[in-house]
């Protein structure tokens, strides 16, 4: 029997399915309704020690149907980092260990380019008990205006710098959070590494405009009559993920053997993950499926990721983590292939037919019979 029990950086989890920050780790009410569902971890929505700064506005969600409109496919978001009170977070930090002492519970955190600032999160979330760390360096909107976020993640001397300020303070183990709002994500992946950050994980959301509408011809989500870009997830956002998450395991497999890597963005299945994780995440986070089907959805993506297992015949996660990562090459290499096949294909059709060989019944002619009889003789 095959289990989905892992540990990751010391981390011991149940599974590898972990709430990914946002709405479904937004208070001690739901993460508590993780836990008891079985979720493997729980990153608690993005917290900051001013919270007054963060005002959120409503309506903040947009979402891309497909044509059968019960599917949503895409969905955007407007939607800042946590605006509860930092102490109000710390309490629950503790009340949630207490109450979950075995339930690996990440504290996400961000925080402006300033050290104290960072120093000061990191060590009073660590004595609130929370069991590890992940750095938004990702938010794509609203905070980037203040400089926090994405705008941080886009530079990788700001990440590697701000990812050792917080590893110096740092008694827990820490993934850094990449956008996908860049064009090499193994840039700012490879400075969280430099900066001693164990982990990396990936992918924020996908700066973008859900849409205009016909009618009134305003963006949405719209807000008083207006928008502003926002960030897109779910299942559409799935391929862009796994290209990412591709290029960064293949990174730390060269770069940082032994670095680990949190796979997100559209999993909804446990088939999404097992792709995740064949191509190299050693955990997978899923944010807005937790929207969409509910905390429950847990058990279904357990059961179905134990059965791609059971089908392979794999007994644990390492088995097949990175297993795919072999199968990708350069577009050269694959022409390569391709005419080195093609090459040998028409060469055994061409030796086929000189030698009259029969392959299928109605080839036998009256004229070649004794040559055909012949030829299949050998
Ligand atoms: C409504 C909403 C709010 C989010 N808030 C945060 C946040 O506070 N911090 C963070 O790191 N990521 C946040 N995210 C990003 C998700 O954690 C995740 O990286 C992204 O949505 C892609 O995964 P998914 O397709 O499973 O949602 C948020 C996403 C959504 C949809």
């Not at 989890?13 to 780790?25: A, E």
């Not at 955190?109 to 960072?118: C, F, L």
């Not at 890597?261 to 792709?275: K, V």
């Not at 072999?326 to 577009?331: I, K, R, S």
Request: proline letters at 5%.
């Amino acid at each position: 029997m095959p289990t989905l029990a892992t540990t990751v950086d010391g981390l011991k989890l149940p599974n590898p399915f972990v709430i990914g920050s946002g709405p479904p780790g937004t208070n001690l009410n739901v993460i508590s309704r993780a836990f008891r569902e079985g979720w493997g971890a729980v990153i608690a929505k993005t917290v900051s020690l001013d919270s007054s700064k963060v005002i959120n506005v409503a309506p903040r969600y947009a979402k891309l149907h497909a044509n059968d409109p019960k599917d949503v496919i895409g969905w955007e978001n407007i939607e800042l980092i946590s605006d509860r009170k930092f102490e109000i977070w710390l309490d629950e930090f503790k009340k949630c260990k207490d109450m979950h002492p075995e339930g690996i519970l990440i504290a996400s955190i961000m925080e402006e380019y300033n050290r104290d600032a960072w120093t000061e999160i990191v060590e009073r979330c660590q004595d609130a008990g929370v069991d590890s760390f992940e750095l938004n360096f990702s938010c794509p909107h609203g905070l980037p205006e203040r400089k926090m976020g994405a705008a941080m993640g886009e530079n990788p001397e700001i990440v590697e710098e701000v990812s050792s300020w917080v590893m110096a303070a740092a008694k827990k183990p820490v993934w850094a959070k990449m956008t996908p709002n860049v064009t090499r994500i193994t840039e700012p992946s490879r400075a969280a590494f430099r900066g001693g950050c164990q982990g990396v994980a990936a992918i924020n959301t996908i700066r973008s405009v859900m849409g205009v509408n016909l009618d009134t011809l305003r963006p949405e989500p719209t807000v008083e009559g207006f928008t502003t870009p926002g960030g897109y997830s779910s299942k559409a956002v799935r391929p862009i993920a796994l290209r990412m998450v591709m290029e960064i395991a293949t990174m730390i497999r060269s770069e940082f053997p032994g670095r680990t890597l949190s796979g997100i963005g559209g999993i909804e299945s446990g088939g999404d993950a097992a792709q995740f994780i064949l191509l190299g995440a050693d955990t997978t986070q899923v944010c807005t499926g937790v929207m969409k089907f509910g905390y429950e959805s847990v058990k279904r993506m357990c059961d179905e990721l134990l059965a791609f297992m059971e089908k392979h015949k794999f007994e644990t996660l390492e088995d097949f983590k990175g297993k795919s990562l072999d199968y990708f090459t350069t577009h050269r290499e694959l022409v390569r292939m391709q005419t080195e096949r093609k090459a040998k294909d028409k060469a055994a059709a061409e030796e086929a037919a000189t030698k009259k060989m029969v392959r299928a019944d109605s080839e036998w002619s009256g004229d070649d019979f004794v040559k055909q009889s012949d030829a299949l003789a050998r």
